[in-house]
Nanobody, 124 residues
Framework: QVQLVESGGGLVQAGGSLTLSCAAS????????MGWFRQAPGKEREFVTS????????VYADSVKGRFTISRDNAENTVSLQMKTLKPADSAVYYC?????????????????WGQGTQVTVSS
């Protein structure tokens, strides 16, 4: 059974930093793209970032570019999201996702595996 488990969410003040982690089990993702999405209350789930299995290709949403950094450790089967200069608009449930199909990576339906999510709240 494949599982993705996020951790590291919490409450932080605007301008602060937070690092999320996602631990995968049940299969190796070393050859699979991993990524992060987020969903704020009343809004659709949106793409945040992704990284290819080799780590040589990363994609960021414009809203987080320059502030968020994705990384992965294939030996540990983990992916992380370092978030800096956080804004209240970054408040959302953040989801780890793994393995894309042959579709646009920014679409939910492109991803096969999902975690349960971790809440990030940025206070003003």
């Amino acid at each position: 059974q494949v599982q993705l488990v996020e951790s590291g969410g919490g409450l932080v003040q605007a301008g602060g930093s937070l690092t999320l982690s996602c631990a995968a089990s049940g299969r190796t993702f070393r050859h699979s793209t991993m990524g992060w999405f987020r969903q704020a209350p009343g809004k659709e789930r949106e793409f945040v970032t992704s990284m290819s299995g080799s780590g040589d290709t990363t994609v960021y949403a414009d809203s987080v570019k320059g502030r968020f950094t994705i990384s992965r450790d294939n030996a540990e089967n983990t992916v992380s999201l370092q978030m800096k200069t956080l804004k209240p608009a970054d408040s959302a449930v953040y989801y780890c996702a793994g393995h894309i199909t042959n579709e646009n990576i920014r679409l939910e339906r492109a991803w096969t595996y999902w975690g349960q999510g971790t809440q990030v709240t940025v206070s003003s």
